[in-house]
C-alpha cells in the first residue's frame, strides 16, 4: 500500500526566504507526482505534475523535483511571499486492475510566511 | 471553463438524516473523483468513475453512500442516516485523460458537512 509522508508539517518563515518541502513515498512505480495548494476552507489548485520521466518541473516561483529511485519529491518556493501561505500537498497516482486510478496524498506542510 | 462546481457549499444536518451533494466537473473531463478530507488530513479517495460506470469504490465507502454520475455529466453523492463521524469536507475532481492518468486533477471547493 502506498504511503505518502511530508515533512514538515508546519513551518513559518519570514517573507523573503527560499524554502524546501519535502514528500516522500513508499512504492517507487509511479508514472506521476502532483504538488497541490489548499487555501482554507478551500479544494485543491494543482501546481506542478511531474511525470516519472521527468527530474524537475517549474512554474514562476516553484520548482518540483522527482527523484523516483529514493521515493521522493522537493518542492522549492523562492523569494517567499505572504500570499504563498497556505498547506501543500504531494500526491502520487495508484492503479486498480480494474482500471481506475486516484490518488494517495500526504498530510500536508502547513506554510505561513511571516510579512 | 468555470472549473470543477460543487453545491452546497455547506452543510448542516442531524444525525440519521440524508444528505445529497452535487458535483458539476469540467465539461470535457471523463474522469470524476470523490473525496473527503477532515482536518489536519490529506485527502482520501472515495470513489471514481470514468464517464458515467463507477470504477473504483473505497472500502471507506460504507452501503450508506452511494454516487452516481448519470450520462457521465454531473454526479451525486448520497449519505443516509448520516452520522457524526460523517462530518469532513467532501471533494469532487476531474480529469481528461486515456489510459494512464497523466493530466493534473482539478479539484472544486467542496462541501463541508457538519453532522450534529
Known amino acids: 500500500k502506498q504511503e505518502v509522508t511530508q515533512i514538515p508539517a508546519a513551518l513559518s518563515v519570514p517573507e523573503g526566504e527560499n524554502l524546501v518541502l519535502n514528500c516522500s513515498f513508499t512504492?517507487?512505480?509511479?508514472?506521476?507526482l502532483q504538488w497541490f495548494r489548499q487555501d482554507p476552507g478551500k479544494g485543491l489548485t494543482s501546481l506542478l505534475l511531474i511525470q516519472s520521466s521527468q527530474r524537475e518541473q517549474t512554474s514562476g516561483r516553484l520548482n518540483a523535483s522527482l527523484d523516483k529511485s529514493s521515493g521522493r519529491s522537493t518542492l522549492y518556493i523562492a523569494a517567499s511571499q505572504p500570499g504563498d501561505s497556505a498547506t501543500y500537498l504531494c500526491a502520487v497516482p495508484w492503479y486498480s486492475g480494474g482500471g481506475a486510478d486516484g490518488l494517495t496524498f500526504g498530510k500536508g506542510t502547513h506554510l505561513i510566511i511571516q510579512p | 471553463d468555470t472549473g470543477v462546481s460543487q453545491n452546497p457549499r455547506h452543510k448542516i444536518t442531524k444525525r440519521g438524516q440524508n444528505v445529497t451533494f452535487r458535483c458539476d466537473p469540467i465539461?470535457?473531463?471523463?474522469?470524476l473523483y470523490w473525496y473527503r478530507q477532515t482536518l489536519g488530513q490529506g485527502p482520501e479517495f472515495l470513489t471514481y468513475?470514468?464517464?458515467?460506470?463507477?470504477?473504483?469504490k473505497s472500502r471507506l465507502l460504507s452501503d450508506r453512500f452511494s454516487a452516481e454520475r448519470p450520462k457521465g455529466s454531473f454526479s451525486t453523492l448520497e449519505i443516509q442516516r448520516t452520522e457524526q463521524g460523517d462530518s469532513a469536507m467532501y471533494l469532487c475532481a476531474s480529469s481528461l485523460s486515456r489510459g494512464l492518468s497523466n493530466s493534473p486533477l482539478h479539484f472544486g471547493n467542496g462541501t463541508r458537512l457538519t453532522v450534529t
Open positions: 468513475f470514468q464517464n458515467e460506470a463507477q470504477l473504483e
Open positions: 465539461s470535457e473531463h471523463n474522469r
Open positions: 512504492d517507487s512505480a509511479i508514472y506521476n
